[in-house]
């Protein structure tokens, strides 16, 4: 499949069903909210270096794992249970992103968060789209992670931890908070075994556009979580 090259005047993607047997779709276009939108609602993300031109991915198969549905193992529903982790949500979301961006991930010299991903996902977040949940300790933010909300479908996009599971905790957060205001979809992006570990399974991307196909943008909710969602 050809990889195609955006119109940065024009928003808008081609079909994902056509990106290339590693996913990568297009290139080129911008990092801004118009733009962002209409990725996400596409089942497209963004994920280049800081030398890349800005590439537009849609894989196959999607890491995804059900709201509700994050496997909580016997420790972690102890420590849930513990109130050692305070959850917050759209307290810090720079800081979190900061978080993400700055720590050291094995096989990985470089950080898909550039300065420009860093400022466009800010901006998604200062308009109500873009979400932190965090988890804080003795108040200090130790973990925590960050992603998209559009319809009833969370497109999460990167998780930190400073100490033993700390960005478990959040996910298992977000995971529940997702299923109590009727959420359909949690999109893990890409397989890895951590995510694995968690519930997190490969769905194919067939399956996958049909979700998201049918995702009401009109049931997004919009503005900073911490006072919309009743935790």
């Not at 898909?112 to 991903?117: A, D, P």
């Not at 556009?209 to 049931?219: G, H, V, Y």
């Amino acid at each position: 499949m050809p990889v195609y090259s955006l119109n940065p005047d024009l928003p808008g993607f081609p079909d994902p069903a056509r990106s290339d047997r590693n996913g990568l779709l297009a290139v080129g276009g911008k990092l801004n909210p118009e733009w962002l939108i209409e990725a996400y609602s596409a089942g497209v993300f963004p994920w280049f270096n800081e030398s890349d031109p800005i590439m537009w991915w849609s894989p196959n198969p999607r890491s995804v794992v059900y709201p509700g549905e994050v496997k909580i193992s016997k420790s972690m529903k102890q420590l849930l249970n513990n109130g050692r982790f305070e959850l917050r949500v759209d307290s810090s979301f720079e800081s979190v992103i900061q978080q993400c961006r700055a720590i050291k991930r094995k096989d990985q010299d470089d950080t898909w968060i550039t300065e420009e991903v860093k400022k466009a996902f800010i901006e998604m977040h200062r308009i109500g789209l873009a979400h932190s949940f965090e988890t804080w300790y003795n108040e200090v933010l130790v973990g925590g992670l960050y992603g998209i909300s559009l319809g009833t479908i969370f497109f999460g996009e990167s998780m930190f931890s400073t100490v033993p599971n700390a960005s478990k905790f959040a996910f298992i957060s977000l995971s529940e908070i997702l299923k109590k205001n009727s959420f359909v979809l949690i999109d893990c992006q890409i397989p890895n075994p951590h995510l694995t570990s968690m519930g997190c399974f490969d769905m194919r991307k067939k399956e996958y556009l049909k979700i998201l196909w049918k995702n009401d943008p009109e049931k997004t909710i919009i503005g900073n979580w911490n006072e919309l969602l009743n935790f």
